[in-house]
């Protein structure tokens, strides 16, 4: 149930970097567009513009 609270914190920091771009007026962006390999062709995160993106680096052991 870490999920849950890890999801909340997340919008909370959206919402606060989002308040302070619009105080500011800067623009942070870190990283850029990138494309991935799948089994139907590449895929680019510029296909999910307008769109929420969460990315989740995990791992299995």
Do not use: C, Q
């Not at 149930?1 to 308040?19: G, N, Q």
């Not at 771009?21 to 962006?29: I, L």
Request: cysteine-free; overall charge neutral; charged content about 15%.
């Amino acid at each position: 149930m870490v999920f849950v609270p890890l999801f909340f914190l997340s919008e909370y920091i959206f919402i606060l970097t989002a308040h302070e771009k619009k105080v500011s007026g800067t623009n942070n962006f870190h990283g850029g567009d990138f494309t991935l390999k799948s089994t139907e062709g590449p895929f680019s995160l510029k296909d999910l513009r307008g769109s929420v993106v969460l990315l989740f680096f995990g791992y299995t052991s």
